[in-house]
Structure formats: C-alpha cells, structure tokens
C-alpha cells in the first residue's frame, strides 16, 4: 500500500490550503486515516484522525480551523485548513491503519506547508 500525498505550499497567515492524500494498492481496506505534523526540531504530532466509523478528533491548535474528511471508496483523505497560522509550518504526513490485513500501517511522504507573511 501506498499513501501519497500532495497540496501543500506557501500560504500567508489567514489563508487556506487543502491537502489530499490517496491510498493505493492492492487487496486491502483501510481503517483509520489521519493527519500528522512535524515542525523543524519537534516531534510529530497528530494533527487530525479519521475513524473508520466516521468519528473525527483534533489537536486543539487546529480545532475550529481543520477539517478532516474521507472518500471512503476512493480511499482517499483530505484535510482542508483554514485561517492557517506561522505555528502551523511543517511537514504534513497522512497515516492510515488497515482493517485488512490487520495489524499493517501506512505513512505518506510528507508534504510541506509554509506559513508566512
């Protein structure tokens, strides 16, 4: 399985950007699909998570401005950011645990976002 991310970028404070991050393989079915974060010199930290039975939580840095969302058959997520802020400079990285075969788990590439005036 591969995750691959895309639609991160440069974005001034207050913009928005939408990243999309696609799973693809075969024989398989996915779980759990979230979003992670890591800023130079810190851990990483899950930003957003997606249940498979459509439950979502948040960091609270990001709750009230991030959204979190599936295309279930398309095994795609998307975490669309709004009124972004310099904190929220890193490398984005969306996750995904399967149901089948149980007990795998995936990470994308990464993709950078940059905010700044």
């Known amino acids: 399985v591969q995750l691959q991310a895309s639609g991160g970028g440069f974005v001034q404070p207050g913009g928005s950007l939408g990243l999309p991050c696609v799973a693809s393989?075969?024989?398989?079915?996915?779980?759990?699909m979230g979003w992670y974060r890591q800023a130079s010199g810190n851990q990483r930290e899950l930003v957003a998570h997606?249940?498979?039975?459509?439950?979502?939580r948040y960091a609270d840095s990001v709750k009230g401005r991030f959204t979190i969302s599936r295309d279930f058959p398309k095994n795609t997520v998307y975490l669309q950011m709004n009124s972004l802020k310099p904190e929220d400079t890193a490398v984005y990285y969306c996750?995904?645990?399967?149901?089948?075969?149980?007990?795998?788990?995936?990470w994308g590439q990464g993709t950078q976002v940059t905010v700044s005036s």
């Open positions: 996750h995904a645990d399967l149901l089948r075969p149980r007990g795998y788990d995936y």
């Open positions: 997606s249940s498979i039975f459509g439950v979502t």
């Open positions: 393989g075969s024989d398989f079915s996915i779980k759990d």
